[in-house]
Each structure stands twice: as C-alpha cells, then as structure tokens.
C-alpha cells in the first residue's frame, strides 16, 4: 500500500490543485425510489422507499480523483448519474465551476452535456456497433467544434494516441477492439468534448488484471497530463487507492467516511472502511482473508440510525436511535460514526 503512494507521489500525482475552488461540489443529493409497486402491494405492504442516495456531499478541486468506493447497492451509480443529471433528483445540489447543474436551462445544459463525460464498465454498451471509430469519436468533434474533414479525422487520430491506440484503428469497429482497447476507445471519446470532468463508473472492473493495471496507468497518466478531475466509482479498494487524491466510502445511500485518500487508507476510522479493508485481496494475504458478514443492506425504509449497524461489530443502541452525521476527525477527514 505505503508503496503505491509513494510511487504515487513521486510522480506528482499528490501536487496541490490549480485552484482552492472545488471544479465539484455535491450538496445533500437526495434520490428516493418508490419501490411500493401497485395500489394493492402498498396497501398490503404499505409504502416502500429505498433511499438510495440520502444527502451525499463531497468536493472535487480541480485535476482531483474523487474514488467513491462501496458494495453493491450502496448508491455510487446514483450519484454519478444525479451528478449529470441522467436522473431527477429529490433534492440538493450539483455545482460545476459554480454553475449550478440542477438547475441549467435546457442551452446551459448543452454545454454541461460537453463538460460532463461517463466511462461505463462496459465500453460495449455504451459504443455504436454500427459506428467506426473515426465516426464514433468523430461525432462529438463536429457537434461541439464543428470539425469536419481532413481536421476531424487528424484530431480523431491525436485522441486516438493519446489513449495507446493507433490510427489503423480509424476505420475499426467495436467489435474489433480488445475488452481493453474497446475501454481505451471509449475513453477517447469522453476525452473528444475536452470535459472538465469525468465520471467513470467502475471502468476497469470488466476488464483482465492485467489489462485493468494498462487502463488504470492510462487514466492515471491522462489525468495528470489533462488536469482531469474525476470521479471514479469502484467497490475495490486497491483500485480507489490507486487512482484517488481523495476516498468516499459509501454504504446504503450515505457516506460513512470521507478525506484524503492517504488519510482514509492509512487510518480508517469507520468500521465499514475497516472491514473492507479486511476483506480486500492483497497479494500475500490470502489466507487471511476475512469475508464482511452478512449482506450488503438495502435503505429500503431505513431507519434513522447508522445503516452499517445491523452487521457493525462495534454497534452500541445509540448508533440506530439518530441520525449519525459526518464529523471531521483531522485534518481532511470526516466519519460518520459515534464509535469512531
Ligand atoms: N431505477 C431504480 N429503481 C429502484 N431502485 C433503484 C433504481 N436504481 C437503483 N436502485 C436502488 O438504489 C440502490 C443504489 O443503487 P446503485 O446502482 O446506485 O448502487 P451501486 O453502489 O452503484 O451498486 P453496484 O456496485 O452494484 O453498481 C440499490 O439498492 C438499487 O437497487
Ligand atoms: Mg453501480
């Protein structure tokens, strides 16, 4: 671990951001899902809400990685998609260089569209697979820039390079590609709107070890040569620790825990981040591995409490009775627990 982050900060990855401003700021998101289905399960069953993102704030200054990490189902899609307003939120609020995203107009949302840009776990479903690559990264240069022509296609092949792949790959199809190469191409085209930030949805997770490290270094590389900001949704630890500046951990719709991801990974404080930190796979500790019992919980009609506490070695009944707000514990780092 210490490894990966002095490497990390050898490169300069850890260099203070351009501006104090944060280019993100997520405010007490809010997304509610009615799960009571028809007239007669409500009234059955009675109402059925799963609060599947439930006040959620973090910043993200400039040329920052923001690592959401959790479990399935603990809301990192969510937010990512409130963020770019792909869903309708319940309330809060979504700052983009203090423009308010929420709120933009339909034409305020035409730049924003070029402004915020996805990586999705898998590349396939998010690529044509009637478009070649010169027309599917093509595209969004002559929507946004107007490109046409000879200066389209010689900046299709600039972006082409900039993520390790060729111009023989011009007049390629999807399936063509790699699993790996497909996941460069879709990072190209994120990158042809020229974003200031990026969301990428467990990128690397379809994708070989070997091949995840590859895409990983990329990202990595882009971003400190692209002063990308980003947040990058994950459930696997090694990979948040590898590419974040700063780590969220999210259980059921809230974050437990929040900071510099030195910081987070160093000294965890939240007894989730704890155990999955337990349960992490790290080359040589196999046989220590601990499975984190019991089931990822559903916010189904949650109570007011800690939602981690049902499977919380260290619950007391006071963490189920209230609400368990974030609290700065140091320098740069907040957790929501009463035990911490
Ligand atoms: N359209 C929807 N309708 C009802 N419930 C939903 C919907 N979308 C998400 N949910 C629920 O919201 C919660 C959060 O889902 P989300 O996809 O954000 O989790 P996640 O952290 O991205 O999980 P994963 O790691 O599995 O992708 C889950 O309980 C999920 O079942
Ligand atoms: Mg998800």
Redesign the pocket.
């Known amino acids: 671990m210490t490894d990966v982050r002095s490497e990390k900060r050898r490169a300069g990855v850890f260099d203070a951001p351009e501006s104090a401003m944060p280019l993100l700021s997520v405010r007490d998101l809010v997304k509610y899902?009615d799960?009571s289905g028809g007239a007669v399960r409500r009234l059955l069953y009675g109402p059925r809400t799963?609060k599947?993102?439930d006040g959620v704030s973090f910043d993200v200054a400039k040329g920052e990685t923001i690592g959401l990490v959790?479990?399935?189902?603990?809301?990192?899609?969510?937010?990512a998609r409130l963020i770019a307003r792909l869903l309708p939120v319940k309330s809060g609020q979504v700052l983009l260089s203090g423009r308010d995203v929420l709120k933009a107009s339909t034409s305020e949302m035409k730049a924003l569209r070029k402004d915020i840009q996805f990586i999705f776990q898998d590349p396939f479903s998010s690529l044509n697979p009637r478009m070649r690559t010169e027309v599917t990264i093509g595209r969004a240069l002559t929507i946004h820039f107007g490109l046409r022509g000879e200066a389209r296609r010689e900046r299709v092949v600039q972006l082409l390079e900039q993520v390790g792949l060729s111009s023989q790959y011009l007049e390629r199809y999807p399936h063509e590609f790699s699993g790996g190469q497909r996941q460069r191409l879709a990072i190209a085209r994120a990158l042809a709107t020229e974003p200031s930030l990026i969301l990428a949805d467990?990128p690397v997770s379809s994708l070989d070890v070997s091949i995840q490290a590859q895409v990983l270094a990329l990202l990595h590389d882009l971003r400190s040569r692209l002063q990308l900001t980003m947040v990058f949704?994950t459930?696997d630890l090694n990979v948040a620790e590898f590419v974040s500046d700063r780590i969220a951990v999210?259980y059921g719709?809230k974050i437990m825990e929040e900071g510099s991801a030195d910081v987070v990974m160093q000294r965890p404080l939240h007894p989730y981040t704890q155990a999955l930190f337990e349960t992490r796979p790290r080359i040589g500790r196999a046989g220590q591995l601990r499975p984190l019992e019991g089931e990822p919980a559903?916010?189904l009609n949650p109570g007011p409490g800690c939602r981690f506490a049902s499977r919380c070695p260290r619950r007391v009944a006071a963490c189920t009775e209230q609400p368990i707000p974030l609290v700065a514990k140091g320098n740069d780092h907040s957790v929501a627990c009463i035990r911490a």
């Open positions: 899902f799960v799963i599947a993102v959790g479990e399935s189902g603990s809301g990192k899609s969510t937010t467990e949704i459930h999210m719709g559903v916010p």
